[in-house]
């Protein structure tokens, strides 16, 4: 008993006691080796024999169903409420996961000369994105999160006295040519300046002073015989000092203006809403009575572009979105929104959550499922959104530049791909010296400025110490509704309801049990078969089964056909 007890401390208790009688554990371990053999041998048999048993075998799947669920809990439990308290540095993070951190951790040179008065302990410190809910039946795309947002008057009074520093460049200015020549064999156009490859190059060398390309290069003033031409008294409207704006645009009459919702007082008293139109699409509106003589429909104000620059409406589209500094040259902070997007959140709560708590002053959403730009070029030739020959291209050209694959030593940079339907903006000559860029690479390459944002924004970083704030796309999505475009709500058939046909009754005569108007069958007639009659009513029944099935299965594939916004 003795040797028993001691060789048990030695396997399983401290490890004092095998040291003390090291002779006896051994012995006594080779004098149990044959007695637990057999008790292996007695027990297993049993074992087996209970666990062949089926409603064992159901109770056990149960119970190990029931702790896997429990510990699956308690484990995004734990994700859940430390996954913002954590910083995590690790270079081989997995780049789909969902991470929260402040731009101030990682870009003290982004502080303002002067904040506004406040406590420094942000109400939305302690703010915690809650776990995603458990998939349940079809899943039906991304969705908007919570977001702390603090009351309109604390964001309206946070909002910084001066602007914010902008490293290294202090004065940026424009390249004026009223009769450019384009240089080189591709991209480039009249109204983008055909910058050469040299000149391009020289660009992403930031200094104090520099003179870059931006658009407009026909004309000193911006929407004045430049192309993307704007009436002289809308002219003087944009060169007012706003603080704070939001820009939308519709062009080739392609959306539907969309109300924004939720904006306060102070906001329809302060914040200009300007919507930028071409000439088709203003034609439309008059002629269906949205549009009169006010040029204002809602909140908007609509604001008519003549001599549009392109043919391709998508790349108009991107003149007010990247070069918004230049028709509007005396605007501290801009929210641009895409044409499709209902804004659902004030001017000033976006602004300070995004911008002022997050002490950045450029913000844009990344893309909610891909990181990569090989990736997103890929999906954008399978869709059909652009030329695939332009697209590799493009692709090609910014290889031999360095491009690679997203990977996680980018970190805190989270992504190389935005979804660059919403862009939330302070006006300072970095942030535009940004989108001038970003602007010629699509004006050179393709319209599809996810394609080059990530080129255009390593390029400056490499230079200054200066970085994007690319917010989740969930929480875009919780304060800007995406609606259809104008050609799907018109094409888009109406729903179909799906008709399931009822089973006939069965009308039969009492006394003969035969159909009323059937001729009785002539000549020698049969003797009922019984088991034949319980087949024949369980073929007829399983035959209704499977028609009913198919019929709901057909009213099911009908109904997911019809799109839904996302």
Known sequence: MTGRSLSLRGSYGSSQSSAKFPAIARKSSSKMLIPSLREKERVLPVICGYLGQRRVAMILLVALALLVFIWGSITVSKESTNSNAKESNDPSLDVHTVLKFKMSDYSPLHQHAGAASGSSEHPCNKFALPPPPPPVGRQLGPRPCSVCYIPLEQARARMPRSPSVSPVLRNL??????????????????????????????????RESMTVHCGFVKGRKPGHQTGFDIDEADLMELEQFHEVIVVSAIFGNYDIIQQPKNISEAS????????????ETETYMKNSTVLDSSMKVGLWRIIVVHNIPYNDTRRNGKVP????????????????????LQLVVDPYQVLERFLWSQNANFAISRHYRRFDVFEEAEANKAAGKYDNTSIDYQIEFYKREGLTSY?????????????????????????????????????RFTSRDQ???????????????????????????NFVIQAYHRDLLEHRSPPVTPVIPRRPPLNRDSGTGRTPGKNPRHGRSRRSNPRH?????????????????????????????????L
């Open 407 to 443: 990977y996680s030593a980018k970190f805190p940079i989270t992504s190389d791909v935005p979804e660059g339907c919403v862009i939330i903006r302070e006006h300072v000559p970095i942030t535009n010296l940004f989108t001038c860029l970003w602007f010629n690479e699509v004006d």
């Open 268 to 279: 329809r008293k302060n914040v200009p809403f300007y919507m930028f139109v071409d000439e």
């Open 173 to 206: 200015t424009y390249v004026v040519d009223e009769n450019p020549l384009k240089t080189e064999p591709h991209g480039g156009s009249n109204f983008g300046g055909y910058p050469s490859l040299k000149r391009r190059s020289d660009s992403f060398d930031i």
């Open 533 to 565: 009659h319980r087949k024949s009513v369980a073929g007829n029944r399983d035959k209704q089964v499977i028609s009913q099935e198919r019929t709901d299965k057909h009213s099911k594939v009908i109904l997911s056909v019809l799109p839904s916004p």
């Open 451 to 477: 394609l080059s944002f990530s080129t255009v924004r390593d390029k400056i970083m490499e230079k200054v110490k200066w970085s994007i704030n690319m917010i989740l796309d969930c929480e875009r999505r």
């Open 321 to 340: 979105k990247l070069l918004l500094h230049r028709i509007l040259p005396n605007v501290r902070y801009s929210i641009w929104i895409d044409g499709k």
